[in-house]
């Protein structure tokens, strides 16, 4: 079981209002968690948004967290590494539809028509995984996939 703190703070269109306080507000959360002996059963996480890791080219391969975001990041890296709490993405590719022009709605909406993409060896057929590899690229290289935390 799980207790998400904020409904993905670190959206973009957020900018970086919550920043200095999602982190603080886990931990609380997680100190009242300690307090009732719940903390072995119930773990705390931060929903983020698939849109808080950016691709300049569109390639799974350059992805990263925006700077604005790196030191939240390493933050929450530490919290759930210390908790044994998982890393929680929302993909939306209906929102990376929104936000990027060179998306496609066949892309978005995994249709046999749509044009795949290519990134080195990998190509996708929709957006969904394209985001995926994206998330995942991203998070190795902050080290959160070190302990098993993706889900």
């Known amino acids: 079981m799980c207790v ?22 886990a931990t609380n959360i997680q100190t009242d968690l300690m307090s009732a002996n719940l903390a072995g059963e119930v773990k705390v996480t931060i929903p983020c948004s698939s849109d808080t890791i950016q691709s300049e080219s569109n390639l799974p391969s350059k992805g990263h967290f925006g700077s604005d975001l790196n030191k939240t990041m390493t933050r929450l890296h530490a ?16 929102l ?19 044009h795949p993409h290519r ?4 190509t996708y057929k929709n957006s969904f995984y394209l985001i995926y590899d994206t998330v995942v690229t991203t998070l190795s290289m902050v080290g959160l996939l070190d302990f098993g935390q993706l889900d």
């Open 79 to 94: 919290f759930l590494n210390k908790h044994h709490s998982r890393f929680f993405v929302s993909i939306s590719p209906f």
């Open 96 to 114: 990376t539809l929104h936000q990027n022009k060179n998306t496609s709605l066949d892309f978005s909406l995994f249709t046999e028509i749509a």
């Open 4 to 25: 998400a703190v904020g409904d993905e703070p670190f959206l973009q269109s957020y900018g970086d209002q919550f920043h200095p306080f999602v982190i603080g507000a």
């Open 119 to 122: 990134d080195s060896h990998r």
